[in-house]
């Protein structure tokens, strides 16, 4: 069982960043892709970013490709979310997630097995 903590979250104002973490449980944390998720009101969660177990691949949303950055420090079983430029359309919860499964599968939330609790990330104009 792999547990997830979110953090980071919170409100700022549009062009601002910030950075989520998501710290991990599992030892064996460096065996897990990772993918970053957001759910706004009346929306499907979906995938922002996901990044490989050994950090060598990354996928991004068109929608925050050149302003966000995924990564993952093995050493500190974290994965991070940069997040630059931020508009208001990137309000939403933000969730992580973890998966031992194929690449493939890891730009729909079907793919992953575990979850984090998420954090509200609120972006005002």
């Known amino acids: 069982q792999v547990q997830l903590v979110e953090s980071g979250g919170g409100l700022v104002q549009a062009g601002d960043s910030l950075r989520l973490s998501c710290a991990a449980s599992?030892?064996?944390?460096?065996?897990?892709?990772m993918g970053w998720f957001r759910q706004a009101p009346g929306k499907e969660r979906e995938c922002v970013a996901a990044?490989?177990?050994?950090?060598?691949?990354?996928y991004y949303a068109d929608s925050v490709k050149g302003r966000f950055t995924i990564s993952k420090d093995n050493t500190k079983n974290t994965v991070y979310l940069q997040m630059n430029s931020l508009k208001p359309e990137d309000t939403a919860v933000y969730y992580c997630?973890?998966?031992?499964?194929?690449?493939?599968?890891?730009?729909?939330?079907?793919?992953?097995?575990?979850w984090g609790q998420g954090t509200q990330v609120t972006v005002s104009s």
């Open positions: 997630a973890a998966t031992n499964s194929f690449w493939s599968l890891t730009r729909s939330a079907s793919g992953y097995k575990y």
């Open positions: 599992e030892r064996t944390f460096s065996s897990y892709s």
């Open positions: 990044i490989s177990w050994s950090g060598g691949t990354t």
